[in-house]
């Protein structure tokens, strides 16, 4: 029971008291609103039994009762957007009464609580609420989640979401372990030159005891070519490592994206529904790029900056504990300053980048709107406007700028600070004779390439973070189900008839707001129903559903006696095509356009359709006839001439059920008669389902079904609706006719 | 709700049967009395307008008209205001059942107290724009923020996402901040709050 809230001990307590008489039945809701009756935040309770409405402020131990109707009295319910927030309000005979307000992220709550209201005012039972809002915050954390993911960054399981990346690197796993290899002796010849910087300068520059210069020089001779050959073999490792790991993450970023994308094919359109398609392409572009880019230069990075890290350390430690320490004595405060340094730098660069955004924005747009600007004189204006932005940005970048050139020295000062403390006690250690000055050198040698790592580890926390939370919402996708797929036993059609059926259906894109309730309707193969009634009222969902975009939430829709449910996806789409208002071009030729559901039809086929279609003569008009491209870079193509095209498709894909879907609407009279033809020759002999604002489209068709909110209204032919003089279909079409006749003026 | 079909509101009481042809000559030839609210911008005259609370939470408006010498009224009236962020005292419309315009009242001034009063309370409902008197806290991480402030309608916290893309800057001084909901949060004079405040817009903005 979603609706029912644990209340607050005085709320509960002053209601016991309250429903004394009432018995023990059972509450129906218990929901807190968020605004007092004062208009500021404050706690108020709506609760609901069989008996009454209530209003309950929560004042200290006990509550105040604010309202109490009985549900009698109720005739309606329903809520009222505000700016801001909203209000819930009873229809009580003619006179309405708010029971509370509340702010705008109660507003679905509320809805379902207007909603079962007027049901038990109505002595009907409450309908059921499944109300989603567990993709809202984080159940571990309580975060807020970012939009249509349930990933948490916080509390993500990282050894899992690793542990599912690497398994995709399994095919290759003797190429990963030779990756590793390759990073441990990367890193031994990264460290090498330091033993060798050592050896020369404590056997051959300047040894303790002097000694033959012969021998010494050969050994110089000796050390060179050791020095040559490390970083010969450095560069080699480096190279390989390079190609290896490219080549891996490359395959492994392959194999991430073709998956998503077939995954993303086969769900279901409830899915593309609750997201944003700019969300979606962001997985299969950015998300992948980012996994991308930790598999090819982080992952690498980490580990050989982690290796880098720990070898030296490990050395260090080995010749001189003491040194060693000290000269990691800066490094915390390194780190903690490199970190405070980038946010400083990085919030400024935002605030640039944001500037110089708005500045193309508006360069844009001014320069789009050139016209415009031109007819009403505003140049000027546009200049001064452009002029403020640019010296905006000017302002920023300079600051920007003239940080970085400040805090780049300091920061490398910094870097440096180790050495200072080398020089020192290490020179000292050295004038002592503790330690050799070939280990001072290899000191000095080592502190000059610890640090690089060391900057690169600051920054290695948020890359983490950031590829993980992108591979999670990568396996979050792939791990979805598609909600409209193929049962066990679903059957094979390869041939329907086109007899429709719908019984008892109901249907609500969200589980909370019921579309179409109980309809019942009987199609005869070859039909042609018009789907009449007001925008919202239910007709594109019917349409929906009968394409199977969409299972209803209860009932059946048979076709041929089969339920849909049962029938094969592929078998049914196959036989179904839909002309839409705005009809889709993919970029290509219009032959591939027109061809786009059956691409191995013959150029005879295309052309039928296209002539069926009344497009066979502008498209021949093309310099580039059937050839032409069209879509995002091709050629312009007005609506009628699209709208044709799409007929073209469907005639060629040659469904057993049709759908025009606002066919007609975008385009003008003389083209709407073109059109209309090519409807006609198209339907013959198809179950045909129209929707259509313009009345006058659906003049063929055998029977009108007028639905009104969720339900079906009037079923009959065209006479038999005109017929009845208080019919919803009468009235919408004298209504259009006096449009019409204004429009003639 | 049959009336839906027309064009006009429900709860109005005027005729409205007159096809638009009609509707045109008649407000070109009388202008102001019988001027059509469909297409000509009424102002109503406070003194005329008074507004009565039914008995429950609904409106009632009664307008009466000198020229006709008669009155006209509205239930279920509602008022909304025509520039709630730049000028939210002045320019208020009266919208009757169907939420179509009756007309605007340039402002308030003039109206008789009760009205007034009513008027203010509508508004005070209509328009839930907390303003941010205090800043608590702004905690980024994982590229949103959670904002602690204070209003005049109480302690608020509210996640933003995006910030640059949710702030909204009305004048140099004045933001309006969307939070993840769509809630927005409104700070008049970013200048006039109290030290700690500033800084962290500062810091954050």
Redesign the interface.
């Known amino acids: 029971m979603p609706l029912l809230e644990e209340m607050p001990p005085s709320v509960d307590a002053t209601l016991r008291e309250e429903r004394n008489g009432s018995g023990d039945t059972p509450l129906e809701v218990a929901v807190k609103a968020d ?1 007092g009756t004062d ?4 706690e108020r309770w709506v609760v609901v039994d069989r008996d009454r409405v209530r209003v309950l402020t929560p004042n200290g131990v006990s509550a105040h009762v604010d309202l109490a109707v009985p549900l009698e009295d109720i005739q309606s319910a329903r809520t009222e957007n ?4 909203g ?1 819930l ?1 009873v229809g ?1 005979g003619t ?4 029971l509370v ?1 509340f ?3 109660l507003a679905g709550r509320m809805s379902g609580v207007a909603r079962t209201i007027e049901a038990l005012a109505k002595s009907e039972e409450p309908p059921p609420l499944e109300i989603e809002e567990n993709d809202r915050n984080c159940r571990t954390c309580g975060r ?1 989640l ?2 249509g993911t349930q990933v948490c ?2 509390c993500l399981d990282k050894r899992a979401v690793f542990t599912r990346l690497f398994s995709y690197a399994a095919p290759y796993k003797w190429r990963a372990v030779l990756l590793v290899l390759l990073m441990f002796a990367g890193t031994a010849a990264t460290l090498a030159p330091g033993k060798i910087v050592q050896q020369l300068t404590d056997r051959v520059l300047a040894p303790e005891t002097a000694s033959a210069v012969g021998p010494r020089l050969s050994l110089l001779g000796l050390l060179v070519a050791a020095f040559i050959g490390t970083q010969l073999l450095n560069v080699g490792i480096t190279i390989a490592r390079g190609r290896l790991s490219a080549w891996l993450s490359a395959k492994i970023t392959y194999r991430i994206r073709t998956q998503l994308y077939e995954r993303l094919q086969w769900l279901g359109l409830s899915y593309y529904d609750k997201r944003q398609t700019g969300a979606l392409m962001t997985r299969v572009t950015q998300d992948v790029n980012e996994l991308n880019n930790f598999l090819v230069d982080g992952l690498q990075i980490l580990v050989v900056n982690g290796l880098t890290i720990i070898g030296i350390a490990t050395i260090l430690m080995l010749h001189n504990a003491r040194l060693t320490l000290l000269v990691l004595l800066p490094v915390p405060l390194v780190i903690f300053i490199t970190r405070r340094v980038w946010r400083f730098l990085r ?1 400024r660069m ?1 605030r640039m980048w ?1 500037l110089r955004s708005a500045l193309a924005a508006g360069l844009s747009s001014a320069l789009n709107g050139v016209r415009v600007v031109k007819a009403f004189a505003q140049e000027d204006r546009e200049i001064d406007r452009f002029n403020r932005r640019a010296t905006d940005l000017y302002k920023v970048g300079l600051s920007v700028e003239q940080w970085w050139a400040t805090l780049f020295p300091v920061l490398n000062f910094l870097m440096t600070a180790g050495s200072f403390i080398v020089w020192y006690v290490g020179g000292r250690q050295v004038v002592s004779g503790i330690i050799t000055l070939g280990t001072l050198q290899m000191f000095l040698f080592f502190l000059g390439q610890l640090y690089g790592p060391l900057q690169g580890m600051t920054r290695i926390a948020d890359w983490l ?1 950031r590829a993980l ?1 992108s591979a999670e919402r990568v396996f979050e996708v792939l791990d979805t189900e598609p909600d409209v797929k193929d049962a066990d036993e679903s059957v094979a059609m390869p041939h329907i008839n086109g007899e429709i059926k719908f019984e008892n259906v109901s249907f609500g894109y969200d589980k909370s707001r019921r579309i179409l309730e109980n309809l019942d309707l009987h199609i005869q193969p070859g039909e042609m129903i018009g789907l009449v009634g ?1 925008s919202g009222a239910g007709k594109t969902t019917i349409i929906n559903l009968i394409s199977r975009f969409y299972d209803p939430v209860e009932g059946a829709i048979l076709v041929d006696g089969v339920d849909m449910r049962k029938i094969k996806v592929n078998d049914l789409r196959r036989q179904m095509g839909v002309v839409l208002q705005e009809p889709f071009l993919f970029p290509g030729t219009i032959a591939q356009n027109i061809a786009y559901a059956k691409p191995e039809a013959a150029p005879e086929e295309i052309m039928r359709a296209a002539k069926a279609a009344n497009a066979h003569d502008f498209i021949m008009r093309f310099p580039d006839g059937y050839d032409t491209e069209v879509g995002e870079r091709g050629v312009r193509l007005s609506g009628g001439e699209r709208q044709r095209l799409s007929i073209a498709r469907a005639i060629l894909h040659d469904p057993r059920i049709l759908i025009l879907d606002e066919a007609t609407a975008s385009v003008d009279t003389e083209t709407e008669k073109a059109i209309q033809e090519a409807i006609g020759r198209l339907i013959a002999g198809r179950t045909t389902f129209a929707i259509a604002h313009r009345l006058s489209t659906l003049r063929n068709a055998d029977r009108l079904l007028v639905i009104e909110k969720g339900k079906l209204a009037e079923l009959g032919t065209h006479d038999e609706l005109m017929a009845n003089p208080q019919g919803v279909f009468r ?2 079409v004298e ?1 259009q006719t ?1 449009i019409n006749k ?1 429009r003639v ?1 | 709700m049959q009336n839906n079909f027309q064009t006009n509101g429900a709860g109005s009481s005027r005729v409205t049967e007159t096809t638009p042809e009609k509707a045109v000559e008649t407000s070109t030839a009388t202008e102001s009395a019988a001027s059509d609210a469909r297409f000509d911008l009424i102002l109503l005259d406070p003194a005329h307008v008074r507004l009565f609370r039914t008995g429950g939470s609904a409106l009632r408006l009664t307008l009466s008209d000198p020229q006709i010498g008669s009155e006209r009224s509205y239930l279920r009236v509602a008022v909304a205001r025509a520039f709630p962020l730049s000028n939210p005292n002045q320019y208020i419309g009266l919208r009757d059942g169907a939420d179509k315009d009756i007309g605007m009242l340039v402002t308030l001034d003039g109206l008789e107290p009760e009205t007034r009063a009513l008027i203010d309370d509508a508004l005070h409902r209509r328009y839930f724009l907390p303003r941010v008197t205090r800043v608590r806290n702004v905690r980024e991480e994982f590229g949103s923020s959670t904002w602690e402030v204070d209003t005049d309608k109480g302690p608020f916290t509210f996640v933003v996402r995006n910030l640059r893309d949710s702030v909204q800057e009305l004048t140099p001084t004045r933001i309006l901040i969307t939070d993840v909901d769509g809630s927005r949060f409104d700070i008049p004079d970013i200048r006039k709050l109290e030290d700690k405040s500033y800084a962290i817009l500062q810091r954050v903005l």
Request: net charge positive.
């Open positions: 605004i208009g500021n935040l404050g505000l700016v801001g927030g209000a309000l009580k006179d309405i009464v708010e307000r702010t705008g992220p807020r970012p939009d960054r916080a919030r935002h944001h973070s939370t007001h009235r919408l209504m006096e204004m003026y």
